[in-house]
Nanobody, 119 residues
């Protein structure tokens, strides 16, 4: 079973930047997986934020397009999320996971990493 480990969260002011990391030690054929970042704000449902397919193409929810960039290092079984121009609406607990074609997560969730953006 893959245990996801997210890191890099913190508290920043609006307009600031953070870079999140998510390692998947023990994953097999990681380079063939579609990896994604999700987030869950208080009182809200978890939402899919960014996806990186095994062929390198990416996809983002409209609210983060132009501000967030997902990338991956297959040799390290790690996916990253560079977040720029952060807004208070980005405050949430961020998770990564492998996703299926419908956007559903396939592995057990990690503990996530908290991002707090103050106005």
């Amino acid at each position: 079973q893959v245990q996801l480990v997210e890191s890099g969260g913190g508290s920043v002011q609006a307009g600031g930047s953070l870079r999140l990391s998510c390692a998947a030690p023990g994953s097999i054929f990681y380079r063939l997986t579609t990896m994604a970042w999700y987030r869950q704000a208080p009182e809200k449902r978890r939402e899919l934020v960014a996806t990186m397919y095994s062929n390198g193409t990416t996809d983002y929810v409209d609210s983060v397009k132009g501000r967030f960039t997902i990338s991956r290092d297959n040799a390290k079984s790690t996916v990253y999320l560079q977040m720029n121009s952060l807004q208070s609406e980005d405050t949430a607990l961020y998770y990564c996971n492998r996703r299926d074609d419908e956007g559903f997560a396939l592995w057990s969730w990690g503990r996530g990493t908290q991002v707090t953006v103050s106005a």
